[in-house]
């Protein structure tokens, strides 16, 4: 069998059209990829578990390419979570101190009164973060710890998720015999190894077009202040195209990557498309061009609406980060820039860039975002993740299967 290692560590990417799994191994801090397994995604739609024995072999089969490849067994891997019914909330919490030191209580306290928020029945936390303060007359303090004060305003930004997606996925999981050492956003994920420490401090909206999925995240001062993900991306607009043109979606996929500039105008211009067991098709590229376009458009503009529904946020939409398999529609950063007025920018993953060059796409940012998450801290990756959700449908498995 298969030799196994205590610095190995996995990463499942699980999106809605490819699996894809990463084994990696870290010694003397140099990483080195042992083996990679791609599979075509089944039983998940939009982010949502449509089928689980689907998936499982989807899951199943891109694990075992890795562990072939890597020669090696994993039983634990840190997993994206990308859902349209992930929630991100800003919260304002006032604390009174009346001239008296804020000690690490008080700031235990701050969580506290967040979490006493949430549902914790119905729900999963996945991200708490004081983004700032402001103490008194003083302006994003970052650490009030040990400060005099008479008043402290916190903002706080909380990621929860409902917990049944959490449960669904851990059961798909445990098929697999895998268990999880971390759950990663994967807007958290894709932007950590797209985004530039500028864009980041600088304030951006950071948007990865999936298939399924259009995960997005703005960022402020260096953090992550909201996100979120929406029903709507690549694989929405090759199916307008081969709907309206009554064409397979094979050829709609290529006719979208390879045919088009959305940022031209064609004007009385036409292509031949040559199909199998059928007449030659005479296609309008101009009118080709406008489907796609108006789709592309449609995405990004329910995300900008999106934020810019948070008034304290409105300053960072001053750039666009675009990334994910349909960013690479040619013509997409001119195109958005017209429409919106803001400046864009295509991303292309560049972490280990050259440890990772067959991943070094738009289309693979959230994988090499997991692998960059990877903490090799042995009783992480041995004993798994030991956030309460994870203990929690652990508990809800044994009860049940």
């Known amino acids: 069998m298969f030799t196994t290692s205590r610095k190995t560590a996995a990463i499942l990417d699980i999106g809605s059209s490819k699996v894809v799994a990463v084994i990696v191994e870290k010694e003397n801090n140099r990483l080195s990829v042992l083996g990679i397994g791609e599979s075509k995604s089944f039983g998940i739609k939009n982010s949502i578990i449509v089928n689980n024995k689907l998936l499982s072999l989807a899951i199943s089969n891109a694990v075992y390419e890795a562990e072939k490849a890597a020669k090696k067994n994993v039983d634990s891997v840190v997993v994206n979570v990308s859902n349209i019914f992930i929630n991100s909330t800003l919260f304002t919490v006032r604390s009174s101190f009346a001239g008296r030191q804020i000690d690490p209580r008080d700031i235990k306290k701050i969580k506290n009164i967040v979490f006493s928020k949430v549902d914790v029945s119905k729900n999963e936390i996945l991200k708490y973060q004081i983004l700032k303060h402001d103490l008194d007359d003083m302006k994003n303090v970052v650490d009030p710890e040990f400060m005099f004060a008479n008043l402290l305003v916190s903002y706080v930004h909380l990621v929860t998720i409902p917990l049944k997606y959490l449960v669904g996925l851990g059961a798909v999981l445990l098929s697999c015999q895998l268990k999880v050492s971390k759950f990663v956003l994967s807007s958290e994920a894709s932007a950590s190894v797209c985004l530039t420490s500028e864009e980041r401090q600088g304030g951006c909206v950071f948007i990865d077009i999936g298939a399924g999925v259009s995960d997005y995240s703005v960022y402020d001062k260096g953090d992550m202040a909201m996100c979120g993900s929406?029903?709507?991306?690549?694989?929405?607009i090759t199916k307008d195209v081969a709907n309206y043109f009554s064409i397979g979606f094979a050829?709609?996929?290529?006719?979208?990557?390879?045919?088009?500039?959305?940022?031209?105008?064609?004007?009385?211009?036409?292509?031949?498309?040559?199909?199998?067991?059928?007449k030659d098709l005479k296609l309008d590229l101009g009118l080709l061009n406008k489907i796609v376009a108006a789709r592309i458009y449609e995405i990004i503009e329910i995300i900008l609406k999106k934020a810019q529904e948070k008034k304290q946020l409105r300053h960072c939409l001053n750039k666009i980060v675009i990334t994910g398999g349909s960013s690479k529609i040619k013509g997409l950063q001119d195109f958005i820039t017209k429409k919106t007025g803001i400046p864009v920018r295509i991303a292309t993953p560049q972490y280990a860039a050259s440890t990772f060059s067959k991943m070094a796409d738009p289309a693979y940012s959230t994988t090499l975002g997991l692998v960059r998450k990877i903490n090799f801290l042995d009783d992480e990756i041995v004993q798994g993740y030991k956030g309460r959700g994870l203990k929690r449908f652990l508990l809800w498995i044994k009860q049940n299967f």
């Open 230 to 236: 929406v029903p709507l991306a690549g694989g929405n």
């Open 251 to 278: 050829d709609a996929e290529k006719l979208k990557e390879n045919r088009i500039d959305i940022s031209k105008n064609y004007n009385k211009e036409f292509m031949v498309l040559t199909q199998i067991d059928s």
